[in-house]
C-alpha cells in the first residue's frame, strides 16, 4: 500500500519505469526489473545468477547492498517533481540467510520524507524467504531549490 501522504509528482517516471530492465550499470548487472511504482512503494526482482555468486555458491552480499541502495533512491523520484533528485547518504543491510538461487524481490518503502530528505525500508526476499532488511537516508534536492 502507497505512503498515505505522498502523491505522484512525476508520473512519466512511473511510466519510463514499470517493467523496465536497464542493460548497464548494477542495475543492468544485476538483471534488475521494475514490478511495481507507485507513491511511496517500490518493487524490483531479479534472477539470481552464476556471475552474482561468489567462489562457495552463495550471492555476494555487496550485491543485496546495490539492490538495496538502488532501490534506496528509485522509490523517491515519483514523489518528487520531474528534475529533483536524491542521493543515498547511509544506509544499513541485515543480512538474515544466504542467497544461492532463484528469485530475489525488494520492497522499498518511504517511512519519512521532508522537503531535504528521506527514510526508507527496504525488505528482501529469496524465493518468499526474507534474505535480508535495510534502512537509509538519502538527501533530497528539490528541482525549484536554486544553487546558492
Known amino acids: 500500500m502507497a505512503a498515505p501522504d505522498l502523491e505522484i509528482l512525476h508520473p512519466k517516471f512511473i511510466d519510463h519505469l514499470l517493467g523496465h530492465r536497464s542493460d548497464s550499470g548494477i542495475d543492468g548487472f544485476l538483471g534488475l526489473q521494475v514490478m511495481e511504482l507507485e507513491a511511496g512503494r517500490l518493487v524490483v526482482e531479479f534472477e539470481v545468477l552464476d556471475d552474482h555468486l561468489t567462489f562457495i555458491g552463495n550471492m555476494h ?15 523517491l523520484y515519483p514523489v518528487m517533481p520531474p528534475g529533483s533528485w536524491a542521493a543515498t547518504t547511509e544506509f544499513k543491510v541485515n543480512y538474515l540467510r544466504p542467497v544461492s538461487g532463484g528469485v530475489c524481490r525488494a520492497v ?17 526476499e529469496n524465493d518468499g524467504r526474507l ?3 535495510a534502512q537509509g537516508t538519502c538527501t533530497v534536492k528539490l528541482a525549484e531549490e536554486k544553487d546558492g
Open 61 to 75: 552480499g555487496g550485491c543485496l547492498a546495490a539492490l538495496c541502495d538502488h532501490c534506496l533512491g528509485l522509490v
Open 108 to 124: 522499498a518503502e518511504i517511512q519519512s520524507m521532508t522537503r531535504r530528505s528521506a527514510v526508507v525500508t527496504i525488505r528482501v
Open 131 to 133: 534474505a535480508a532488511l
